[in-house]
Structures are given as C-alpha cells and as structure tokens.
C-alpha cells in the first residue's frame, strides 16, 4: 500500500523534475462533420518539443499519441449449442468502454514505458479498456472485435519524429464514428517515464440533414414517423405515375 | 459512393442499397410479397444494425406496396372488402406481435425469436408451395385443358358470419380471414416483413380465392399494417432509418414495376415454384446460422 502510494507519487512527480522537455502539439482539425456522405476522416496531429537546454543524450526520446472515443456501458453476449442450435445464453454487462481506441507511437509501447507508468497513465489498450476486468472472457472478447472491426487499433511505429525535436502522426477515424468528444492526448516519454503531456478533443458531429433527421427522430417521433409514411406514399405513387406514363 | 446513415449510424455504399432495394421491389411486384422477409437479412449482411433492419424494411414496404396495388387497382385485381377484413386482424395481430417481442426484446432473446419465426414459416411455406405447385405443373402438362374445380365444400364453408366477396366471386365466414388477418399481422411485427409469403399461399389455399385476386389484395393489407408498424417503431425504439429506407425505396418502387410486368407474362404455376424456391434459399441461409458453431462466441449487444 505505502510502496504503491509512493511509486505513484514519484510517477506523478517526475514530469515536475524533469520538466526539462515539454511537449507543444496541435491539430489539423479539432471537429469532424459527420454529412450524408462522410466516409471516415484523417486527422493530423503535429507539434514539437520545447526545450530550455539541450538536448539530452544519455536516453531515448519518444513520443506516444492516445485517441479515446466515447464511452458507453458495453454488455457481451455469450452463444453456447443449445438443442443442437447456437444460442445466446449469457449477457454480461461489462462497464464503460471507449467505442474507438487508437495508439501510435515512436516504437512499440512496451518498449517505452515501464508496466507502472502504463496503469497509471492507461496507455496501452489493456490498460485503457476495462483493465479492472482483466482476465473475464467477456472482457477479452470486447477487445478482440472491436480490434479486429478496426475500432481498437495500434501503431507501433505510428509517429514519426525528427532530430528528437519535431514529431508527426496520422490518425485515421473510421466510418462508423459515434458522436462525441474524443480525447487526444500526447505524451512525451523518456527513461520509461512520462515526462509532459498535452490533452485535447476532437468533436465529433452530425451536421446538417443527418443532425436534421436525428433530433427529429429523437425529438419529435411521432411526426417523424409520419414523414417516413407520407415519403413512402408519394415515392410509391410517384414511380406508378411516373411508369403509366412512359408506357403510353 | 458511401453515405452515411443518420439512424443506423454506419456508412454503406448507396448502390448496394439501390440493388437491394431494386431486386425487393421486383420480387414485390412478381409475387405480391413484400419482399421483407428478403431485405431485413440482406440489411443485416451489409452492416445495419437489426432494430434499425426490422423497422426501417417496414416502412420500404409501405413504398413498393403503394406502387404495387395501384397497379393493381387499374387492373381491377383487388377485393376491397376482403382487404378490409383481412386488415382489421391484421392491425390486431401487429399489436399483439409488439407486444411478444419486446417481451422477448426484455428476456434478450429476441434475435433467436426472429431467427426461429424465419426459419419455421419459410421452411413450412416454401415446402408446401414447392410441392403443390410441382404438382400442379404435371397436372397441367399431362391433361392440358383440364379446368380445376373450385367450388369444393370445406370447413371454410360452415362457419357463422357469412359474407359476399364479390371480386373474389366467395360468399364465406369472415372469421378465417380475421385469423389470416392476425396470424400475418403478428409475424409481421417479430419479423419485421409484410407477411405476404404467408397470406399468399394462405388466401390460396385455405380461402380459396381466385389467384389474379390475391396479389392486389394482400398488397393493399401489407400497406396499412406495415405503415401501422413503421409508426409503432419510430414512436417507441426510434429506429426508423428514413435515409435508408429513402434509398432502398428509389431502387424498389422502379422494381416493383418491372416486377409487376415480368409477372404478369409468367405462368401462375412457374410463379409460384420461383417463389418456393427462393423462400426455401433464405431459410436454408438462416438455418445453417443457428446449425453451424460460430467462430466468435462472444458478440457485443446492441442496446
């Protein structure tokens, strides 16, 4: 308990010490427009590291950039042979998960970054995604499709950075975006450790026609609903129309 | 060309759509079906999620529903006063069909309940279409010109209640096509279809109505109790995908009329044989899902 108290401290302490380097980042874009015919986004994310002395030699410099979606209760559901069919037999609600979790760096994670500083600052997809649950099939489960749908993705060698002075990395959003903020951070590693960190969001949102319909099919569901039938009528009695007279 | 649909809340190629919703609307004016029971799997495959599947086909087939019996009203090959009956069990069963599946929606087996509806009816429809019209067949090849009796005496035929159709040339108990009426409208409302596969064959068999009748008058009841379940969705699950269903309604409405032609230079009979053949393939598809062990187990629900 006291050694766990004191090694967080110290991790959280040690941007403090080694204030030396701090990381100064920016966004090509900070809000994305989901329209009729959006087909996922690319957001580039650069900056720099600003520093008071020079450049520190007797270490590795890295650089490490989180994208986290938004949250949500997430419940997994288990099919088992049941009467000789496959069944869902089990739910379990899981606890909030990011919808879209995204991780580049300089070079793998692991290599960065001491296990300690990872639980701390949730870096890695196992420790960002439920990590309280570790271990429960459900849990992995949730991991494993939402990394082979692509909505949990990493980037090993994802950020590219330039005379340890000058970084730059590419963040793709898929298609299937939920609505929300989604937090970007970046993190400047040395030894290990964590030594600054620049947080922002991204906004996510419907725009136009499709916020259009949104709210109104949220807001105002019964006239919503009739729209639906009154187009319906028309396009059915319009194509009717339309094939009655070229057939003449 | 992707789109983005505001509901669903996924991006889909708008011509995947256009064909779905093409190949729905001609199998809709061929047959008289409304082509649910094909479009609500066929949405699952391309990637939207089965609520906004099931509501959103059945406001597509109010569209191609529409189109369709005015077609048929011009030809005079619908029986209003059959369609009202049919209707009023119809409305009855949607409500009583809302009712099973959010019950089951609750328990969290719904997708199994679907599933099982799809599998049972279309094994048992398809089955029985195949082999009476095979039948059929033969027996118009082997004695050609040989006129089918239609004025058999059934326990249709002694029920209280009687009524004269007279576009359907039947003067019969309204009480069997109350039951149609609500046996139709119930699966319509599980299985997110117009049920017409099931009252086709139905209107046919147990009611024995004239066949160029049928197509129109079931069309003309699917339009109202699929209307009565788009709003029941769009009300209370808010799942209505009106840009989706826009879509697939532009390509449906121009193949419920190239449907509708191409039906009516086919035999009954070749008809009715295409139509089992096709709702036995979609059972088989489903079937072998529940059968064959999937290689996830796991998959994340969908609230």
Known sequence: MMRGFVLALALTLAPLWLAAEEVVADLSQNRVSITANFDGSEILIFGAIKREAAIPTDSDLDVIVTVTGPKKMETILRKARRFGIWVNVERERLGHAPSFYSVAATRPVEDIIIPATDALWKITADEQILSERRGLPAREALIRIRTANGLYRRANAGVELNQNTLFNTSIALPANLVEGAYVTRILLARNGLILDDYSTEIQVQKVGIERWLYNLAHNNALMYGLLSLLLAGIAGWGASEIFRLIRR | ?303
């Open chain 2, 1 to 303: 060309m992707q789109i983005f649909l505001p509901i669903a809340e996924v991006s889909v190629n708008a011509f995947v759509l256009l064909g779905l919703g093409g190949i729905v609307g001609i199998l809709s004016g061929m047959f008289g079906v409304g082509g649910g029971f094909l479009i609500t799997p066929l949405l699952f495959f391309v990637g939207i999620p089965p609520a906004v599947a099931v509501a959103t086909s059945a406001n597509q087939i109010v569209a191609s529903s529409v189109s369709g019996v005015l077609a048929h009203f011009k030809r005079k090959t619908v029986d209003l006063r059959m369609g009202w009956v049919l209707l009023i069990g119809g409305l009855i069963g949607s409500a009583i069909g809302m009712q099973i599946f959010n019950l089951l929606k609750a328990l969290g087996q719904v997708d199994l309940l679907v599933t099982l509806c799809y599998v049972v009816f279309l094994g048992i429809i398809g089955a029985l279409m195949l082999v009476e019209s095979i039948r059929a067949l033969r027996r118009a090849k082997g004695r050609p010109g040989q006129r089918r009796e239609r004025t058999k005496h059934t326990w249709v035929h002694n029920l209280p209640f009687k009524m004269k159709f007279r576009a359907s040339g039947l003067y019969i108990s309204v009480i069997p096509p109350v039951v149609v009426g609500v046996v139709v409208g119930m699966l319509g409302a599980i299985m997110g279809v117009g049920g017409g596969f099931i009252m086709v064959p139905a209107m046919i068999y147990i009611l024995g109505m004239p066949t160029k009748v049928v197509i129109g008058t079931s069309l003309f009841q699917i339009i109202f109790v699929t209307a009565f379940n788009t709003m029941l969705h769009a009300y209370t699950n808010h799942t209505v995908d009106m840009m989706l269903a826009l879509i697939l309604l532009v390509g449906g409405v121009i193949g419920a009329q190239i449907g509708t032609q191409i039906g009516l230079r086919l035999k009954a009979e070749q008809l009715r044989i295409m139509l089992a053949l096709l709702v036995l393939i979609v059972c088989l598809k489903l079937g072998l899902d529940l059968l064959i062990p999937p290689s996830e187990l796991y998959s994340i629900g969908v609230i």
